[in-house]
């Protein structure tokens, strides 16, 4: 998804443990040559959303995920995969989130699918979107690093049409991207711990003929995410879920009980 917060780029950072030519084309660029990452962006996302559609799988420690996305006017997402040993179900749909819940217990009413607001006043309720859409934001290759200033893209291989960039921020540059971030999302606890949070952070990206995504390698200290994309302009289906199989996240009880704990109300 292209709205990027700092929960999005923090919590595709805990999925880790959880780009001058104009144009980023093979025919534009040799080995050796360099662009803004400005550039490499502005190239990529303007081929993602004339593609439309998309699929990705993720690998990173403990994370296996997959899924289908939509670009362009009306954004949507669906993964699936494990995060830990945990099932994931995610769904984003005109700007909301749905979680699979893992069981009826931790929704108000018993409901199947938790929604959450990312505009909410409520942090749980900011956290888990914030989460979903970390994941959402897998179909953008670039999305942890984006706004990064006077940064290049390197090209390093040209081969069989697809062009490889490798892009490489310092510690101190993705503190910066990260405090940016949490400034624009309102963050200023967040804006604050963003230089402790970043690492000196490398991403390698394959692009084909058409400046489409064929590979992501994101490596930050010494964990590594791999997205692997496919599928551009692939017929997709994206539903939110039944509405009265959604609910939301039952908040802890005054005494101190978790959320699956005590009496629930049916409906």
Not at 21 to 47: F, P, Q, R
Not at 166 to 186: F, R, T
Not at 233 to 254: C, F, H, R
Request: hydrophobic share 35%.
């Amino acid at each position: 998804m292209k709205t990027t917060t700092t929960a999005t780029t923090l919590g595709a950072a805990t999925l880790i443990a959880l780009a001058g030519c104009g144009s980023g084309s093979g025919a534009d660029v040799s080995e050796g040559d360099s662009v803004t990452l400005d550039a490499l962006s502005k190239d990529v996302n303007a081929a993602m959303e004339g593609a439309g559609t998309g699929s990705m799988k993720a690998t990173s420690t403990n994370v296996e995920l997959e899924g289908d996305f939509e670009l362009g006017k009306n954004e949507a997402a669906s993964i699936t995969g494990t995060t830990g040993e945990q099932p994931v179900d995610v769904r984003v749909v005109d700007g909301v989130h749905y979680l699979k819940a893992p069981s009826p217990e931790v929704t108000q009413k018993g409901k199947t699918w938790i929604k959450a607001d990312p505009g909410s006043g409520n942090p749980q309720d900011q956290q888990l979107a914030g989460s979903m859409e970390a994941m959402a934001d897998l179909s953008d290759p670039l999305a942890a690093i984006g706004g990064a200033d006077d940064v290049d893209a390197e090209v390093t291989k040209v081969e069989d049409g697809k062009v490889t960039y490798e892009i490489a921020l310092s510690k101190k540059q993705m503190g910066a991207v990260l405090e940016q971030q949490a400034k624009d999302a309102g963050d200023e606890q967040g804006a604050a711990m963003a230089a402790q949070q970043a690492q000196k952070t490398t991403t390698t990206l394959v692009v084909d003929e058409d400046d489409l995504p064929v590979k992501a390698t994101t490596t930050a200290g010494d964990a590594t995410l791999d997205v692997a994309y496919s599928g551009w302009g692939d017929d997709v289906s994206i539903q939110a879920p039944p509405k009265d199989e959604v609910g939301t996240l039952k908040m802890p009880t005054p005494g101190g009980g978790s959320p699956g704990s005590g009496s629930s109300s049916s409906g």
